[in-house]
């Protein structure tokens, strides 16, 4: 079936500095690619998403790219806080609709 | 806040009992999928409904089943308990089945414990 690789599955990293998560997908056919991000015990939370028809999002610290052609996707969070501690999941949409998480990265920002 | 909420939020069931779970959508989020998160894991897909019927399913056993109805709510059985059932379920929803660009809501999800 269709998966979506995620990596890496831990990252630390000083505060203030960037902190970049990359995911390879398969299905050529999907389109729709979000990211969450889940904090202990909470549900997941949408914090960028990008369609196939852009090749770069960005809001505020936070960006996403993604290359069609590779067929990958990665978030880019920039001048990294404590608050920003959490695990990120990249997901994409299959052609049968089905959403496919990636693995997590769990991001950890030393102070 | 999402839109999407879960109940109960905490539960515990012994081995071999039947367990139901709920979710409420957002009116006119026709399309929710369960996952079912394990402890330190990612969600895993269980299956989706669109239009009260089953139009996508990962890998679990038919014990796994679901209703949609024409409420915008949802529920997730599971029969013959087992141990390893215990994780968080989460249900998400969103506006249409070709989501290609519809944002998925998350609801807080229910903490399933099988002792």
Not at chain 2, 27 to 53: C, K
Request: with cysteine; charged share 20%; proline share 5%.
């Amino acid at each position: 079936g269709e998966n979506v690789e995620q990596h890496p599955s831990t990252l630390s990293v000083q505060e203030g500095d960037s902190a970049v998560i990359k995911c390879t997908y398969s299905d050529s056919a999907s389109n729709y690619f979000p990211w969450y991000k889940q904090e202990l015990g909470k549900r997941p939370q949408l914090i960028i998403d990008i369609r196939s028809n852009v090749g770069e999002k960005k809001d505020q610290r936070i960006a996403v790219t993604l290359n069609k052609t590779a067929k990958h996707f990665s978030l880019h969070i920039t001048e990294t806080q404590p608050e920003d501690s959490a695990v990120y999941f990249c997901l994409m949409m299959d052609s049968s609709y089905k959403l496919i998480f990636g693995s997590g990265t769990r991001l950890l920002v030393r102070p | 806040e999402t839109g999407v909420t879960q109940s109960p939020t905490h539960l515990i069931k012994t081995r071999g009992q039947q367990v139901t779970l709920r979710c409420s959508s957002q009116s006119g989020h026709n399309t929710v999928s369960w996952y079912q998160q394990a402890l330190g894991q990612g969600p895993q897909f269980i299956f989706q409904y669109y239009r009260e019927e089953e139009n996508g399913r990962g890998n679990f056993p038919p014990r796994f089943s679901g209703l949609q109805f024409p409420n915008y709510s949802s529920e997730l059985n599971v029969n013959a308990l087992e141990l390893d059932d215990s994780a968080l379920y989460l249900c998400a929803s969103n506006p249409l089945l070709r989501g290609s660009g519809n944002t998925i809501y998350f609801g807080e999800g229910s903490w399933l414990t099988v002792v």
